[in-house]
């Protein structure tokens, strides 16, 4: 299989579509947390990931917005309540098998706490041996990671609506992940919003 994978979107629709074209073809979408941005809601970002069947996890972004500081911004006309419904039925945390391999994604630090940043080259990382699964996605941080520690693989596939990461030219990006080959592969690309005001259903 081939696993396309995207994090932190923050409603950014042109970067996520952006990178699924340049991940196609791919078999599943998962996507690591964060496709909102903090008080602004996208239909277009949660109702592609639903259309796509994507697996989701929610980031602290989703944290604010779902909770009581974010009803203000919910409360507009113009939010698709049934997509929020939706959102909120998705978890902090994933355990899955594909392909006869364990799978784990979570938006922030594997460990507690859980909202922690952990960048790449950090030693923390030598930790994720031990992490009961074969491969372990994360977002958060919005810098892109391939890292392999023991018989556990770790994948950041950066941002895909928010660039950060200095050692591609602040562009965003994303990746895919062959579970018979093992091979990650990351796609950076300029942010399609950059010219441009992103205003398509935010609030």
């Known amino acids: 299989m081939r696993l396309g994978i995207v994090s932190d979107i923050h409603c950014n629709i042109q970067g996520l579509e952006r990178a699924l074209e340049l991940m196609a ?5 998962w996507c690591a947390g964060d496709s909102v941005f903090q008080f602004r809601w996208s239909n277009e970002v ?11 996890v929610l980031g ?5 917005l779902l909770g009581p500081d974010g009803q203000r911004a919910l409360s507009s006309p113009k939010v698709d309540q049934d997509l929020v419904a939706w959102l909120r039925q998705q978890p902090y945390r994933v355990e899955r098998m594909v392909d006869g391999k364990k799978v784990m994604m979570t938006h922030g630090s ?14 923390i990382w030598a930790r994720a041996a031990e992490l009961p699964c074969d491969v372990l996605i994360v977002g958060h941080t919005h810098y892109k990671m391939a890292l392999r520690v023991g018989d556990v693989l770790v994948i950041n596939p950066g941002s895909a609506g928010d660039p950060r990461d200095h050692r591609n030219d602040f562009q965003l990006s994303c990746a895919t992940w062959d579970t018979t080959t093992g091979e990650v592969v990351f796609y950076d ?15």
């Open 60 to 64: 602290n972004h989703e944290e604010t």
């Open 25 to 29: 073809p791919f078999d599943q979408l």
């Open 46 to 56: 949660v109702a592609r990931l639903r259309e796509l069947d994507a697996v989701v």
């Open 189 to 203: 690309y300029p942010d399609p919003t950059r010219n441009f005001v992103r205003h398509s259903g935010e609030q």
């Open 110 to 123: 594997p460990w507690e706490p859980w909202k922690d940043y952990h960048y790449p080259h950090e030693p």
